[in-house]
């Protein structure tokens, strides 16, 4: 009986952890600071992009400062940029600067280099010389040089006849 009360007071008092599901394991894969990368294929560079810091943590990167351009965009760029796939969020003080036409103003947006269509998600300002224009949304063609916006208001000038 003194056995019996000796192990269950053994048993009762100590505290049994897995050591290894404590442990945290490390899953930054990468990280760089002022950076270029060149996405290229067999013939010719696809995309040019650049940030001044960068962290890749469970195959997503995300990059502070970035600037991107390839042959339909002049410019995009944000202060933060995260990569999922073949799509880049585009957060805080985003701007698109088109090859020839308006330049776009928001504060997110999400560029799919693959289809090469931008789709600005936040209310958005843009400005092509004198015109100005304000909407919610907007998706960008950049192929194409298209687009289609919501909620529209613009100022728009034009040449007296």
Known sequence: MLLVAVIMSVALTVKITNSHAVKNIPTKELE????????????????V??????????????????????????????????????????????????????????????????REILDVTAPFKAYMGENVMYGDTLRYWAKEKRAYATNVDAVVYTKEK
């Open 49 to 114: 992009s650049y940030g001044t810091h960068g962290v890749r943590d469970k195959g997503i990167l995300t990059v502070q400062n970035f600037k991107y351009h390839n042959d339909s965009i002049k410019l995009l760029r944000s202060n933060v940029a995260i990569y999922k796939a073949d799509k880049i969020y585009l957060d805080h003080d985003v701007v698109f600067n088109q090859k020839e036409g308006s330049d776009y103003y928001t504060e997110h947006a999400v560029y799919d280099k693959k």
């Open 32 to 47: 760089f600071t002022d950076t270029t990368f060149r996405e290229v294929d067999t013939n010719k560079i696809i995309g």
